[in-house]
């Protein structure tokens, strides 16, 4: 008996109007964001022709191309260092059994769990009480606070799926474990990696809310915009807003490619053939 | 089954990440707590022990106001998410047939834009000079900009809402999504309306997913310092910019460490309770 339930799908159009409705509140900020920045006045209604001067202007900024950099380069050392922690994480947590496991992967969790500003003052309070002054380094630590988790339980599900079934295949063909995890293991965790990375890397392109408290005169972009807002919002906000925008849909799309069931179907099809 | 205990030499693994659990997690929690209980003169800090910060807390009004204002409106916050995301994943997870999939992607494409982006955005909008008011202008319904948008509690509430709706929309979307769909057949097929089908079968297999789009939205409105920051102005200072405030410009951070704690206490209150309705994970941190 499917025929009721097709039967209903495809109807409720009160559901779909709230639906669109919640798809316009959705998405009506960000196009106002990338509609300012192509506008030669300050509003939009009667826009008068698009301009890319405030573009022009962002390459005129040295301190925010310097921020920028800076961004990229936070996000990339903080990737390198949740993947590596991470996935070691995510091995321990899905192979090793102990008592207070579940307590332990609380504790993982809890920079994922919790108010950034929590996790931010923490750390500024860690690292003045060590004598660290703010820095890149501790912005750097900020990040790989809550890149880990991320990182480890995207591996710790793909590891979870994938049973111990491929591993143990290969130890019975005489594999040692170091070639079981070079051969078997991590081809098949490939995608989790790379999807996890560009997660993180997103996540760690945007974030703010722990920056802003680890942050002394070496900024990233979100803080330095963040100083940028105390002067209103200028059109060149706009324009490095929208950059950002379409920095995150491309990251995402990447994303979206390499997690997700899609991903690991393809993986595995491809090494049967 | 009886829960093993792997052997010593499996434990090594469990070095690099508990390395990082205890330098980035554990230990600076520790010293917040103990800096909790210092006390501020001046420009120093007094390092002997007492409970001078948290009696200042739970004897001056000021602050628990404060504290129940940023529930209240949390809460709030966590009520016009589910509003919003509840029927929205329904009507993906059940109503459309084609391109499922690019729509979820669509509701889930905002939690991974610039949380700056957004905020600006929302400034935008409902500045004096912003989107709304020009509007309004335009449309002759007002002769000069009207300032009720933006700098009070309204203006924090439609931003966060907004923050919060991927974070409501992906725990609730994955719960009905583990939903057998013969359940609903069966449930057709006994006589039930629609209505009665998602009363009595949908909403309480979705319970846990609501309860875990409930708990983030709560903690990530009760916690955030910048929205508050950026667009609440005098009217819309809530327990984040407290916080926030000890550590800047009030220079008292063994007070702020205090504060910090108690909301760390109640977050960590809030999860555990939660924790057995809902999943903590919530579709998130798994693929």
Same mark, same amino acid.
């Given at each position: 008996?499917?025929?009721?339930?097709?039967?209903?799908?495809?109807? %409720?159009?009160?559901?779909?109007?709230?639906?669109?409705?919640?798809?316009?509140?959705?998405?009506?900020?960000?196009?106002?964001?990338? !509609?300012?920045?192509?506008?030669?006045?300050?509003?939009?209604?009667?826009?008068?022709?698009?301009? !890319?001067?405030?573009?022009?202007?962002?390459?005129?900024?040295?301190?925010?191309?310097?921020?920028?950099?800076?961004?990229?380069?936070?996000?990339?050392?903080?990737?390198?260092?949740?993947?590596?922690?991470?996935?070691?994480?995510?091995?321990?947590?899905?192979?090793?059994?102990?008592?207070?496991?579940?307590?332990?992967?609380? /504790?993982?969790?809890?920079?994922?769990? /919790?108010?950034?500003?929590?996790?931010?003052?923490?750390?500024?309070?860690?690292?003045?009480?060590?004598?660290?002054?703010?820095?890149?380094?501790?912005? !750097?630590?900020?990040?790989?606070?809550?890149?880990?988790?991320?990182?480890?339980?995207?591996?710790?599900?793909? /590891?979870?799926?994938?049973?111990?079934?491929?591993?143990? %295949?290969?130890?019975?063909?005489?594999?040692?474990?170091?070639?079981?995890?070079?051969?078997?293991?991590?081809?098949?965790?490939?995608? %989790? /990696?790379?999807?996890?990375?560009?997660? %993180?890397?997103?996540?760690?392109?945007?974030?703010?809310?722990?920056?802003?408290?680890?942050?002394?005169?070496?900024?990233?972009?979100?803080?330095?915009?963040?100083?940028?807002?105390?002067?209103?919002?200028?059109?060149?906000?706009?324009?490095?807003?929208?950059?950002?925008?379409?920095?995150?849909?491309?990251?995402?799309?990447?994303?979206?490619?390499?997690?997700?069931?899609?991903?690991?179907?393809?993986?595995?099809?491809?090494?049967?053939? | 089954?009886?829960?093993?205990?792997?052997?010593?030499?499996?434990?090594?693994?469990?070095?690099?990440?508990?390395?990082?659990?205890?330098?980035?997690?554990?230990?600076?929690?520790?010293?917040?707590?103990?800096?909790?209980?210092?006390?501020?003169?001046?420009?120093?800090?007094?390092?002997?022990?007492?409970?001078?910060?948290?009696?200042?807390?739970? =004897?001056?009004?000021?602050?628990?106001?404060?504290?129940?204002?940023?529930?209240?409106?949390?809460?709030?916050?966590? #009520?016009?998410?589910?509003?919003?995301?509840?029927?929205?994943?329904?009507?993906?997870?059940?109503?459309?047939?084609?391109?499922?999939?690019?729509?979820?992607?669509?509701?889930?494409?905002?939690?991974? #834009?610039?949380?700056?982006?957004?905020?600006?955005?929302?400034?935008?909008?409902?500045?004096?000079?912003?989107?709304?008011?020009?509007? +309004?202008?335009?449309?002759?319904?007002?002769?000069?900009?009207?300032?009720? @948008?933006?700098?009070?509690?309204?203006?924090?509430?439609?931003?966060? =809402?907004?923050?919060?709706?991927?974070? #409501?929309?992906?725990?609730?979307?994955?719960?009905?999504?583990?939903?057998?769909?013969?359940?609903?057949?069966?449930?057709?097929?006994?006589?039930?309306?629609?209505?009665?089908? @998602? #009363?009595?079968?949908?909403?309480?297999?979705?319970?846990?997913?609501?309860?875990?789009?409930?708990?983030?939205?709560?903690?990530?409105? +009760?916690?955030?310092? &910048?929205?508050?920051?950026?667009?609440?102005?005098?009217?819309?200072?809530? @327990?984040?910019?407290?916080?926030?405030?000890?550590?800047?410009?009030?220079?008292?951070?063994?007070?702020?460490?205090?504060?910090? @704690?108690?909301?760390?206490? &109640?977050?960590?209150?809030?999860?555990?309770?939660?924790?057995?309705?809902?999943?903590?994970?919530?579709?998130?941190?798994?693929?």
């Amino acid at each position: 008996m499917s025929s009721p339930r097709t039967g209903r799908r495809g109807r %409720a159009p009160v559901l779909k109007a709230y639906g669109i409705l919640v798809f316009l509140f959705l998405y009506f900020p960000m196009v106002i964001v990338v !509609l300012f920045s192509f506008s030669p006045t300050r509003t939009i209604v009667g826009l008068s022709g698009l301009t !890319l001067k405030w573009y022009q202007e962002l390459f005129r900024d040295p301190a925010l191309l310097t921020a920028f950099w800076h961004t990229i380069l936070i996000g990339l050392a903080a990737v390198a260092i949740a993947t590596v922690f991470g996935t070691a994480g995510a091995f321990f947590i899905s192979r090793v059994e102990f008592p207070g496991k579940g307590v332990f992967r609380a /504790l993982v969790m809890l920079p994922f769990l /919790l108010p950034g500003i929590i996790m931010g003052l923490t750390l500024l309070i860690f690292f003045r009480n060590l004598g660290v002054q703010l820095s890149a380094f501790t912005i !750097l630590m900020g990040h790989v606070s809550f890149t880990t988790p991320l990182v480890m339980f995207q591996v710790t599900s793909r /590891l979870s799926r994938m049973g111990p079934t491929y591993r143990w %295949a290969a130890m019975d063909l005489g594999a040692t474990p170091f070639q079981t995890l070079i051969h078997v293991t991590l081809p098949m965790i490939r995608t %989790a /990696l790379i999807g996890a990375g560009l997660l %993180a890397f997103t996540v760690s392109f945007d974030e703010i809310v722990i920056s802003y408290f680890l942050t002394g005169t070496w900024m990233t972009l979100p803080v330095y915009i963040y100083g940028m807002l105390r002067f209103g919002l200028s059109p060149k906000v706009y324009a490095i807003s929208t950059i950002i925008v379409i920095l995150s849909l491309v990251l995402i799309i990447f994303m979206a490619k390499y997690t997700g069931r899609s991903a690991e179907t393809y993986r595995v099809r491809k090494k049967q053939g | 089954m009886a829960r093993r205990v792997s052997s010593p030499r499996e434990f090594l693994k469990g070095v690099p990440i508990t390395v990082w659990m205890l330098a980035l997690v554990v230990v600076p929690l520790a010293f917040t707590f103990v800096m909790s209980f210092y006390t501020s003169s001046g420009l120093m800090i007094d390092q002997t022990l007492s409970l001078a910060n948290y009696k200042l807390f739970f =004897t001056d009004p000021l602050y628990s106001r404060i504290l129940f204002k940023s529930m209240r409106l949390a809460l709030a916050i966590s #009520v016009l998410s589910i509003g919003a995301a509840f029927p929205l994943a329904y009507l993906v997870s059940f109503k459309i047939q084609r391109g499922r999939n690019l729509l979820f992607m669509l509701c889930i494409i905002p939690l991974w #834009v610039s949380y700056l982006v957004r905020i600006i955005a929302w400034r935008t909008i409902l500045g004096n000079r912003g989107v709304i008011n020009s509007a +309004l202008l335009a449309l002759g319904i007002i002769r000069e900009p009207i300032t009720v @948008f933006l700098y009070n509690q309204f203006a924090i509430a439609i931003t966060l =809402t907004y923050i919060c709706i991927p974070f #409501v929309f992906i725990p609730v979307y994955t719960a009905l999504e583990k939903i057998p769909r013969n359940l609903i057949d069966a449930s057709n097929d006994l006589g039930a309306n629609e209505v009665r089908t @998602f #009363v009595n079968v949908i909403l309480p297999l979705a319970l846990p997913g609501l309860v875990t789009g409930f708990i983030f939205s709560f903690i990530i409105a +009760l916690g955030d310092y &910048i929205i508050p920051l950026q667009l609440g102005g005098t009217e819309g200072i809530m @327990f984040g910019n407290l916080v926030w405030s000890q550590f800047g410009f009030a220079f008292n951070w063994p007070f702020g460490a205090a504060l910090g @704690f108690i909301l760390f206490i &109640i977050a960590v209150v809030i999860l555990g309770v939660t924790a057995r309705f809902g999943t903590t994970e919530g579709g998130f941190l798994g693929e």
